[in-house]
C-alpha cells in the first residue's frame, strides 16, 4: 500500500515530523487543524472566526491532497468549552456543504497553544 504525505503551502507547518495529511488509495486522513492563518499566527475573534479559520485550513489540505469538502466523510470537532458548540455549530452549518459529512464534537482539556478549537477530517481520495 501507497501511503504519501500531504502539506498544504497555505498553512504552516509547525513540527517537521507531522504532515498536514496522509493520504492511502481511497481515503485522506487530514491532521488536526486549529485557527491559525498562513503567517502562522492566531487569527483574530471569537470561536466563529476561528471554526471558520480550521474549516479553511481543512479545506486547503484537502485541495492539496487533491479532494474536497464535498469528499469528506468524517469530521472531529475539539472545543475547549462546549458552551461553544451553538456557535461554533452556526459556522460549521454555513460553511460545509449538504449533505453534511459524519461528525463528532467534544469537549477537550487543552488544545496546542491554548487555542479554543482543533477540527480533523477523513475524506474520499
Known amino acids: 500500500m501507497s501511503v504519501e504525505k500531504i502539506n498544504s503551502n497555505e498553512i504552516p507547518q509547525f513540527n517537521h515530523i507531522l504532515s498536514h495529511a496522509t493520504k492511502v488509495p ?19 475573534g471569537g470561536i466563529q472566526e476561528h471554526a471558520a479559520q480550521c474549516i479553511k485550513n481543512i479545506g486547503s489540505v484537502l485541495e492539496a491532497a487533491g479532494s474536497s469538502w464535498e469528499k469528506v466523510v468524517k469530521v472531529n470537532v475539539y472545543l475547549k468549552n462546549m458552551d461553544d458548540f451553538a456557535a461554533m455549530n452556526e459556522v460549521y452549518e454555513k460553511l460545509l456543504p449538504t449533505p453534511k459529512p459524519s461528525r463528532t464534537c467534544i469537549q477537550a482539556a487543552k488544545l496546542p497553544n491554548d487555542v479554543d478549537v482543533e477540527m480533523e477530517a477523513i475524506a474520499a481520495a
Open 26 to 44: 481511497g481515503l485522506i486522513f487530514v491532521s488536526g487543524q486549529v485557527p491559525i492563518g498562513k503567517d502562522g499566527a492566531l487569527v483574530p
